[in-house]
């Protein structure tokens, strides 16, 4: 009778992490990526500072920020990173919120992992949980807000940039945001869409950040080509041409025999009647500025400004589409075609000196598409903080006005979320019941990480705030100034819905996903001769494994 022989199906040089051990590993490395930013959260969040390996500083406390900056390898950790993200590329802002519920999340489970519920209960009872809370979101918390109530925009705009570096200028800041996005907002059939793409933000080190202004038109950061060009134009009529005004290549090899200096200079007269002709064209169609995406010939730039043609050659492609929304002109491909109904319009465009620099001002456009904010500080520090705090203010005001739903903040849509689940997970039945459960305490982490940060006793804001809501009163949140529990909408602490719904949904799937791994294996290294890739890529191992998001190779590296 033949023994059998033990398969082996990886190399000896495999790391494999299993069971309790991979999910206890998983656990607390999403833990602690969570812990590292929670101390941000909130009016009275504290800052960090990022150093990289060249030295450079980065000073914020915006949670995306700090995760993409920071050196994360642990796979299980990366995963959360994409929690806020994706919450950053949705929304705008509640990155730390999202982060900090989805370690709380896994804290919470952790605790039934060893009371033996099974990781599959739990993940179903933290779907069924995530499930009930977008329900009671969008159907009995959230509150109607149109592009109108521009009282209601501010007072979210404000929310988003309380507690980061540019709340002492958020009462010129809330402005500059609500009348930019009602400036781009598009209206349709269904509602307002809001393009950010059409707000561009220059930044420019000087003065403060109370100086930041927005424009009705655009900044272009480009100075004129040639020195004999006005520095200002009333009454622009603008062409944007992404053709280069220069002599035309042949489109096929060529070789020109000169054989006498008559012959040469026949060429270049032949040369320079050529980009006259071009310059000719754009004059007769009426237009006296001139945005050029590709290279303006020295000739060309002479006849231009012989002209009184005002002139900007190498603009970026994305700012001839800004341009073109906000002066209302086509993009010209042929200057051969250009007609006078091409033409954008402005009331002014002038060159102006900021910090030194030369920058093109676009401005008094009739009804502009697309809008630019000039970003002011007293340092490069400062100013980073400023536009991180605009982006994020525009984006959350634009998801308000294209979802027209906003709820309170300060900790009271968490609270009240907790309060219902704990209700329906009567109702579940089954061991579900206990993730469910355990739900609701993790959303808990949001008032008493406000407290904390503010320096409050966590467990007396929670029970002031629990008490209060089970008495009915859903929108009481936690006053982080003075401790009190007080109504959130009457104090105008006010975010989007989308912030929130974003925030449960990617914090439950990311914690269900993390859950349901049992086993960690490290593909090998790849340095075995000649043996040909295996399919998943370099390194070998499973099939698949190599091709993993995150980069499976790396995973030994915080384990």
């Given at each position: 009778m033949s023994m059998r022989q033990p398969v082996f199906i990886l190399s000896d040089d495999s790391e494999v992490t299993r069971g309790k051990d991979a999910q206890e590993n998983n656990i607390n490395a999403a833990k602690a990526v969570s812990g590292a930013v929670r101390t941000t959260l909130g009016p009275k969040g504290m800052d960090k500072m990022l150093v990289d390996t060249l030295g450079d500083i980065v000073i914020t406390n915006d949670g995306v920020t700090i995760l993409e900056e920071m050196d994360i390898e642990h796979p299980a950790a990366k995963m959360v990173v994409q929690v806020a993200?994706?919450?950053?590329?949705?929304?705008?802002?509640?990155?730390?919120?999202?982060?900090?519920?989805?370690?709380?999340?896994?804290?919470?489970s952790e605790d039934l992992l060893e009371q033996d519920v099974h990781p599959t209960i739990i993940a179903s009872g933290l779907r069924q949980a995530s499930q009930k809370c977008q329900e009671l979101l969008n159907q009995e918390i959230a509150k109607n807000v149109s592009i109108e109530d521009e009282e209601r925009l501010r007072k979210v705009a404000e929310t988003a940039m309380t507690g980061k570096g540019a709340e002492s200028a958020r009462d010129e800041l809330r402005e500059i945001t609500v009348n930019a996005i009602k400036s781009v907002a598009d209206e349709t059939e269904d509602g307002y869409q809001v393009d950010i793409d059409n707000i561009k933000i220059e930044k420019k080190v000087g003065g403060r950040a109370q100086d930041t202004?927005?424009?009705?038109?655009?900044?272009?950061?480009?100075?004129?080509?040639?020195?004999?060009?006005?520095?200002?134009?009333?009454?622009?009529?603008?062409?944007?041409?992404?053709?280069?005004?220069?002599?035309?290549?042949?489109?096929?090899?060529a070789e020109i025999q000169i054989t006498n200096p008559d012959q040469l200079q026949q060429f270049l007269d032949e040369e320079e009647k050529m980009l006259k002709k071009l310059v000719n064209k754009i004059k007769e169609s009426g237009a006296n500025v001139v945005f050029c995406q590709k290279g303006i010939d020295d000739m060309a730039q002479h006849y231009l400004a012989k002209e009184g043609i005002l002139a900007v050659r190498r603009a970026k492609k994305s700012d001839l589409k800004k341009l073109a929304r906000a002066t209302g002109g086509n993009v010209v491909s042929n200057i051969d075609e250009i007609e006078p109904s091409d033409l954008g319009q402005a009331g002014t465009v002038k060159e102006k000196k900021v910090s030194n620099e030369s920058m093109l001002f676009v401005e008094e456009c009739k009804n502009p598409r697309s809008v630019s904010i000039l970003v002011r500080g007293g340092t490069e520090h400062v100013v980073d903080e400023v536009e991180r705090a605009l982006d994020d203010s525009v984006k959350v005001v634009g998801v308000a006005v294209e979802d027209g739903k906003v709820v309170a903040g300060g900790g009271a849509p968490e609270v009240e979320l907790a309060h219902r689940l704990r209700e329906y997970a009567a109702s579940v039945g089954g061991r579900e019941q206990l993730a469910v459960e355990a739900f609701a305490n993790a959303l808990e982490i949001v008032p008493r990480t406000l407290a904390e940060n503010a320096g409050l006793d966590p467990i007396d804001a929670l029970v002031d705030l629990r008490s209060k809501h089970e008495a009915g009163e859903t929108e009481k949140g936690l006053n982080v100034y003075d401790g009190e529990v007080i109504d959130m909408w009457e104090a105008g602490v006010v975010e989007p819905l989308r912030v929130k719904t974003q925030a449960v949904d990617s914090a439950s799937e990311t914690a269900t996903m993390v859950l349901r791994i049992d086993d960690v294996i490290t593909a090998a290294t790849g340095d075995s001769g000649d043996e040909p890739e295996a399919p998943g890529g370099p390194g070998?191992?499973?099939p698949g494994a190599g091709g993993m998001p995150g980069g499976m190779g790396g995973m030994g590296g915080m384990m």
């Amino acid at each position: 009778m033949s023994m059998r022989q033990p398969v082996f199906i990886l190399s000896d040089d495999s790391e494999v992490t299993r069971g309790k051990d991979a999910q206890e590993n998983n656990i607390n490395a999403a833990k602690a990526v969570s812990g590292a930013v929670r101390t941000t959260l909130g009016p009275k969040g504290m800052d960090k500072m990022l150093v990289d390996t060249l030295g450079d500083i980065v000073i914020t406390n915006d949670g995306v920020t700090i995760l993409e900056e920071m050196d994360i390898e642990h796979p299980a950790a990366k995963m959360v990173v994409q929690v806020a993200e994706t919450q950053e590329d949705e929304v705008g802002d509640g990155t730390t919120t999202a982060v900090a519920i989805a370690g709380e999340l896994l804290k919470q489970s952790e605790d039934l992992l060893e009371q033996d519920v099974h990781p599959t209960i739990i993940a179903s009872g933290l779907r069924q949980a995530s499930q009930k809370c977008q329900e009671l979101l969008n159907q009995e918390i959230a509150k109607n807000v149109s592009i109108e109530d521009e009282e209601r925009l501010r007072k979210v705009a404000e929310t988003a940039m309380t507690g980061k570096g540019a709340e002492s200028a958020r009462d010129e800041l809330r402005e500059i945001t609500v009348n930019a996005i009602k400036s781009v907002a598009d209206e349709t059939e269904d509602g307002y869409q809001v393009d950010i793409d059409n707000i561009k933000i220059e930044k420019k080190v000087g003065g403060r950040a109370q100086d930041t202004q927005l424009v009705d038109g655009m900044i272009i950061d480009k100075e004129k080509v040639h020195p004999g060009m006005p520095d200002s134009v009333e009454n622009a009529k603008i062409a944007l041409i992404s053709a280069p005004i220069e002599h035309k290549e042949t489109e096929v090899d060529a070789e020109i025999q000169i054989t006498n200096p008559d012959q040469l200079q026949q060429f270049l007269d032949e040369e320079e009647k050529m980009l006259k002709k071009l310059v000719n064209k754009i004059k007769e169609s009426g237009a006296n500025v001139v945005f050029c995406q590709k290279g303006i010939d020295d000739m060309a730039q002479h006849y231009l400004a012989k002209e009184g043609i005002l002139a900007v050659r190498r603009a970026k492609k994305s700012d001839l589409k800004k341009l073109a929304r906000a002066t209302g002109g086509n993009v010209v491909s042929n200057i051969d075609e250009i007609e006078p109904s091409d033409l954008g319009q402005a009331g002014t465009v002038k060159e102006k000196k900021v910090s030194n620099e030369s920058m093109l001002f676009v401005e008094e456009c009739k009804n502009p598409r697309s809008v630019s904010i000039l970003v002011r500080g007293g340092t490069e520090h400062v100013v980073d903080e400023v536009e991180r705090a605009l982006d994020d203010s525009v984006k959350v005001v634009g998801v308000a006005v294209e979802d027209g739903k906003v709820v309170a903040g300060g900790g009271a849509p968490e609270v009240e979320l907790a309060h219902r689940l704990r209700e329906y997970a009567a109702s579940v039945g089954g061991r579900e019941q206990l993730a469910v459960e355990a739900f609701a305490n993790a959303l808990e982490i949001v008032p008493r990480t406000l407290a904390e940060n503010a320096g409050l006793d966590p467990i007396d804001a929670l029970v002031d705030l629990r008490s209060k809501h089970e008495a009915g009163e859903t929108e009481k949140g936690l006053n982080v100034y003075d401790g009190e529990v007080i109504d959130m909408w009457e104090a105008g602490v006010v975010e989007p819905l989308r912030v929130k719904t974003q925030a449960v949904d990617s914090a439950s799937e990311t914690a269900t996903m993390v859950l349901r791994i049992d086993d960690v294996i490290t593909a090998a290294t790849g340095d075995s001769g000649d043996e040909p890739e295996a399919p998943g890529g370099p390194g070998g191992g499973m099939p698949g494994a190599g091709g993993m998001p995150g980069g499976m190779g790396g995973m030994g590296g915080m384990m």
